[in-house]
Nanobody, 119 residues
Framework: VQLQASGGGLVQAGESLRLSCVAS????????MNWYRQAPGKQREMVAG???????IYADSAKGRGTISRDNAKNTVYLQMNSLKPEDTAVYYC??????????????WGQGTQVTVSR
């Protein structure tokens, strides 16, 4: 399973970004789809997640500013982040838990997309 994330970039504080991540490969079913981020010198942390049934969870830092969604037909997960702050600067990674066509369930990670928020 391969994950391709996109949508990062350099924005000013207060602006918005929409991240996308497409999963491809020998996928039978995708269960959870998540976004994590890692800022320089900090541990990777979960930003938001969405289950196969559409239930969502958000880190406190994303509540009220972030919206995670998924398009099951496209094996794609999105993260809309509004009112961005400099402290949102990080590499954002998508993560999925998927069952492949050989009936194995594993976690997969994308390569990350850089989000930089200037003051």
């Amino acid at each position: 399973v391969q994950l391709q994330a996109s949508g990062g970039g350099l924005v000013q504080a207060g602006e918005s970004l929409r991240l996308s991540c497409v999963a491809s490969g020998s996928i039978f079913r995708i269960e959870a789809m998540n976004w994590y981020r890692q800022a320089p010198g900090k541990q990777r942390e979960m930003v938001a997640g969405v289950t196969s049934s559409g239930s969502t969870i958000y880190a406190d830092s994303a509540k009220g500013r972030g919206t995670i969604s998924r398009d099951n037909a496209k094996n794609t997960v999105y993260l809309q982040m509004n009112s961005l702050k400099p402290e949102d600067t990080a590499v954002y990674y998508c993560n999925v838990r998927a069952m492949t066509t050989d009936w194995r369930i594993n976690d997969y990670w994308g390569q990350g997309t850089q989000v930089t928020v200037s003051r």
